[in-house]
């Protein structure tokens, strides 16, 4: 069974800083992963797709890589700004096409 | 719009009632799947629907969960004997196709509350 794990759980920085999120996966055998952003209340919005063929994609100033032989997925934000403060969450995507996501990221930042 | 709807957008009940919850996927979109989030957790797979069949219920918890999609468009998430643990945010996402690049896209979701 699939286990995603997001670290840190939670962080607090101030504007201008570049970040990186973690997402750990158990099972490399996936077709995609995606990260989303999820802000109080509300669904979820994607914000990049990479296919399992796929190293990295790029969207602004969000950047996502892939590495499925270690089961690992970064998110960088650069030059963060308080608009970003929300909870990031990862998906991965096995052959069974059922996302299994992970508990997500809380972030703020601070002005 | 263009994007996934869901309503209501707060459902209020009382246990042991049956209450239904509505997804409009965007059009086109074969693939429709729901998610129960709790607070603090992400999103957990309950359901998919691969135009008008469920491809994969085996994330429902139980049989007073059920799920119908008749015309490959909208769906409707049906809970009988509502429990107080059954409290959560339903969310629906739709795709392309379930397999291949499957970008989901996720309506704002339903918040349920069984009193």
């Known amino acids: 069974k699939q286990e995603v794990t997001q670290i840190p759980a939670a962080l607090s920085v101030p504007e201008g800083e570049n970040l990186v999120l973690n997402c750990s996966f158990t099972d490399s055998a996936i077709y995609n992963l995606q990260w989303f952003r999820q802000d109080p209340g509300k669904g979820l919005t994607s914000l990049l797709l990479i296919q399992s063929s796929q190293r990295e994609q790029t969207s602004g100033r969000l950047n996502a890589s892939l590495d499925k032989s270690s089961g690992r997925s970064t998110l960088y934000i650069a030059a963060s700004q308080p608009g970003d403060s929300a909870t990031y969450l990862c998906a991965v995507k096995g052959g069974s096409y059922i996302p299994t996501f992970g508990r997500g990221t809380s972030l703020i930042v601070h002005p | 719009g263009a994007g996934v709807s869901q309503t209501p957008s707060n459902k209020v009940t009382e246990k042991g009632k049956y209450v239904e919850l509505r997804c409009d996927p965007i059009?086109?979109?074969?693939?429709l799947y729901w998610y129960r989030q709790s607070l603090g957790q992400g999103p957990e797979f309950l359901i998919y629907?691969?135009?008008?069949?469920?491809?994969?219920d085996s994330g429902l918890p139980n049989d007073r969960f059920f799920a119908v999609r008749p015309e490959g468009s909208v769906s409707t998430l049906k809970i009988q004997r509502t429990e107080r643990g059954d409290s959560a945010v339903y969310l629906c996402?739709?795709?392309?196709?379930?397999?291949?690049?499957?970008?989901?896209?996720f309506g704002p979701g339903t918040r349920l509350t069984v009193l």
């Open positions: 996402a739709s795709s392309l196709d379930a397999g291949g690049p499957g970008e989901q896209f």
């Open positions: 059009s086109g979109h074969t693939a």
């Open positions: 629907f691969q135009g008008t069949g469920a491809a994969d």
